[in-house]
């Protein structure tokens, strides 16, 4: 096996056996991402000198018998929304485009604290607006399965990432399905946590109520380490969540016979593409012979979710994205006619197309004509979402449904607003009720192109929701590598 085929559990063993050192592991990665990165486009920075010091210290310590972790040495590929001390976070736009932030995320201090190395800062869409990762401001990444495709988004360039071989595990936000969608398109593990489990602090903010940092990794079991890695409660981030977090990887091989699973009829609506409707009817009868009891069921405001979505999260936005103004730090523009003028000129060259098209929505949902008639009844839609999942999650263990309508689509595919927006129907839901969820990757489509199941738990049962995705993932065949069709072979 190459070192790039590696799960991150398959390198952990081989790092703490001594079969294999961080300096190899790192060394190969980068040979890996070498070769790759000039057809897939994947990352804004490659910390090649630093990760190998890192590593350099990291094979030092275990060779003393002193490892941080059992994490100590691993490579992780982190969203380039997230704040790391001394490497540039450009979120993919011009506003931040020499940004190299005095502070790390609190994700990052727990990698630091573990041992993991930071290997690269992946591309997104600008300030994670954006469902295919055409939207960064620095270039278009590729779907390793298809060098024609999206990645999806707006964790595009984590997803494509993993997938690739780049590292083992990768990280992500997720805001209306950012990290699963991605996850689906690319034929890996994507999970998005409870919100308030990860520390949001360092996380730049895109919606505040609803942004949550997860990983991309290749296997379940990953998933269930990674959670470890990042889960756990910070005082600066008011809305993390003040408990102590079990082991996730605890309890993965317990099955899942005798568990509740609901299929919600609305996910099968008009706009359901045929190959994801058929891995999703499979998985519900694969859950069956593996001694669940599964359900089809119905969550009535469905149809609403993702229209509140859309203004509550462009409200948000609006908010959070005042601060860029030209004066304190981000862009300022060269040329300008007074203050007024140099703060419409900054914003107006420092923001992209759909950074603003979002801003111009948030601002007008919260105008004084419109606050109650928009943003107010999306506030209200978001109650009655979250009492319907309530209501299910007192009858169901678990929620099966599609990730994405269908497979990963051609780049410039989607010009029509509207069309790319639906491609996050399945996951915006999860994040209006604050839930939990994980997409895997199931099965290929008739052209060849992963497709990922989702499953959906409330809020702090990732455990469960880890054991359900586990079974699964044991019963189906893997779905292999990327092709890099359209060009060179892996």
């Not at 997104?124 to 390793?144: H, I």
């Not at 409707?277 to 469905?302: N, S, W």
């Not at 996951?427 to 959906?456: E, F, R, W």
């Not at 359900?468 to 990327?482: C, D, K, S, T, V």
């Amino acid at each position: 096996m190459k070192i790039y085929e590696l799960s991150m559990k398959q390198a952990m063993d081989k790092l703490n056996s001594g079969e294999l050192s961080a300096q190899e592991l790192v060394k190969g990665l980068l040979e890996r991402i070498n070769d790759k990165e000039p057809q897939l486009h994947a990352l804004n920075f490659l910390c090649e000198k630093t990760a190998l010091e890192e590593a350099k210290r990291s094979d030092e310590r275990r060779a003393k018998g002193c490892a941080l972790s059992g994490f100590d040495g691993i490579p992780a590929i982190i969203k380039d929304n997230i704040c790391t001390e001394g490497i540039a976070t450009t979120c993919s736009s011009r506003m931040l485009e020499n940004f190299v932030p005095p502070y790390d995320a609190h994700v990052i201090e727990r990698f630091k604290a573990l041992g993991i190395i930071t290997l690269a800062k992946s591309n997104l869409d600008e300030f994670a607006m954006g469902s295919s990762t055409e939207n960064s401001a620095f270039k278009v990444t590729a779907n390793p399965w298809d060098l024609k495709r999206v990645p999806g988004g707006s964790s595009g360039g984590s997803a494509a990432a993993v997938s690739a071989g780049y590292a083992p595990l990768a990280l992500g936000s997720d805001t209306g399905g950012s990290i699963r969608q991605p996850a689906s398109y690319c034929g890996v593990v994507g999970l998005k946590p409870t919100y308030g489990a990860v520390s949001r602090y360092g996380l730049v903010a895109f919606a505040s109520s609803l942004d949550q940092i997860g990983p991309f990794t290749r296997t379940v079991e990953d998933a269930a380490y990674a959670m470890n890695a990042i889960c756990g409660h910070d005082r600066r981030d008011s809305t993390s969540i003040n408990i102590k977090h079990p082991d996730y990887s605890e309890g993965l091989r317990d099955g899942v016979k005798g568990m509740k699973i609901g299929v919600p009829k609305e996910y099968f609506a008009e706009g359901l593409g045929a190959d994801a409707k058929a891995a999703v009817i499979d998985a519900m009868k694969t859950y069956e012979k593996l001694g669940a009891m599964v359900e089809e069921t119905t969550l009535p405001t469905f149809d609403y979710a993702l229209s509140a979505y859309y203004i509550i999260s462009s409200a948000e936005a609006t908010s959070n994205l005042s601060r860029y103004d030209g004066v304190k730090y981000g862009h300022r523009a060269k040329k300008y006619d007074g203050i007024v003028d140099m703060y419409v000129q900054s914003r107006n060259e420092g923001f992209g197309p759909e950074v603003k098209r979002r801003m111009m929505l948030g601002n007008y949902v919260l105008s004084s004509g419109y606050y109650d008639a928009y943003y107010l009844k999306a506030l209200k839609v978001r109650t009655l979402i979250k009492n319907d999942f309530d209501s299910l999650f007192g009858k169901y263990d678990c929620i099966l449904s599609p990730t994405a309508p269908s497979p990963a689509f051609v780049a410039g595919e989607k010009s029509d607003p509207i069309q790319m927006y639906m491609t996050d129907v399945y996951t915006v839901p999860v994040n209006i009720a604050g839930l939990a969820a994980v997409s895997i990757p199931y099965t290929l489509s008739k052209d060849g192109l992963p497709i990922g199941v989702q499953l959906i738990v409330k809020p702090l049962d990732e455990q469960k929701m880890l054991r359900a995705a586990y079974a699964l993932e044991r019963e189906i065949a893997p779905i292999g590598a990327p092709a890099f069709k359209g060009g060179e072979q892996a």
